[in-house]
């Protein structure tokens, strides 16, 4: 089995702001919205499909989103989701909130790369 090396509780943090990116671009069913995630995003982020749907009610209910069931289609009725203003506002603070952290991040990983140049450079072998 191999090793997780995630930080616990950091794997669905921003899973809000990524269902909110695809519903900006088009409405789309959880099951959907889960398959297209999981060809886009990075392999190693393993998108639980109840984590998705669990998102998308949260969502609703702070009415960032709305659904109604799509009953036209063949096969079985499927909730449609749809972005909504207030939808559009919190995916606009999620952009600011990570380009904060892409900030913060862009600078310790500066930091810690110069203390592994240093510690190279004093001879030391880090492992």
């Known amino acids: ?9 950091k ?25 297209r995630m999981n060809e886009m995003m ?13 998102v998308l009610r949260d969502l609703e209910e702070r009415q960032c989103v709305t659904s109604y069931w799509n009953t036209e289609d063949t096969g079985p009725a499927k909730r ?7 939808g559009l506002d919190e995916l606009k603070m999620w952009y ?5 952290r892409k900030k913060n991040l862009d600078f310790f990983i500066h930091e810690y790369e110069s203390l592994n140049r240093i510690h190279e450079f004093n001879g030391e072998k880090k492992e």
Request: aromatic share 10%; hydrophobic share 40%.
């Open 1 to 9: 089995m191999a090793k997780d090396t995630s930080l616990p509780g």
């Open 11 to 35: 794997q669905n943090r921003h899973l809000p702001a990524f269902i909110l990116l695809f519903l900006s671009k088009e409405d789309t069913h959880g099951g959907a919205l889960w398959n």
């Open 42 to 54: 990075p392999a190693n982020w393993g998108i639980d499909s109840g984590a998705v749907y669990r």
């Open 80 to 86: 449609i989701y749809h972005i909504t203003p207030i």
């Open 96 to 100: 600011e909130d990570i380009c904060l």
